[in-house]
């Protein structure tokens, strides 16, 4: 599915329309520059021994590694506005591989950020995060969607303490089908959240988060 959206792969029946084009009617090319793709797994393909202003610049081409591309100052300066914006500024000369792996994952964030995309799709960003870096890396989604709120945003996770306070729709997916899908209120029901996961759950949200457990 996250494939799907972010234009990377073709769907195999029906119908996909990513930012105004249908996949498969049209130029790919033209819809790739404008969607931005972060995930844990992605924070093993970045070169460790980067600094992480680096690490950043990248995303202006959405590459792996920044010593092919010349970078002014301007780019630099918008780097550091990117880290800036998810509480890293402070990291910018580290080197990527002395960061913990919740800074790991708000510089992608920012990198992410960088080329001003229509569309950020992010692949469980809090995967293996511990409390205080997952509340960090929230509240840098939070922060990052508010400096921009035309940004679309699509955050695939298991957990619904995970979800930023703003997040506006939702999608409850099981064995590949949908259980239930439309706005946040109506989706992430004690019911459907309880059909997804085949586990009796009580949901509630509380100062804009949301959290599940099992009674």
Known sequence: MLSVAGARRQPSRGTARVLGLT??????????PRIAHSSHALTELMPEHARVEDVVLTGKRSALAAWFETFDEADRRRARERLRA???????????ETCSQGERQRVLLARALYGEPDLIVLDEPAA??????????VSALETAMGEDPTTAMIVATHHLEE????ATHAVLLRDGRIVEAGPIERTLTAEHVTACFDLNVEVGRRAGRWWAVAP
Do not use: K, M, N, Q
């Open 86 to 96: 998810v509480g890293c500024e402070a990291l910018a000369d580290r080197r990527y």
């Open 23 to 32: 996949l498969g009617h049209g130029d790919i090319r033209t819809v790739h």
């Open 163 to 166: 979800i930023p306070p703003s």
């Open 128 to 137: 293996a995060l511990d409390l205080p870096a997952r509340e960090a890396l």
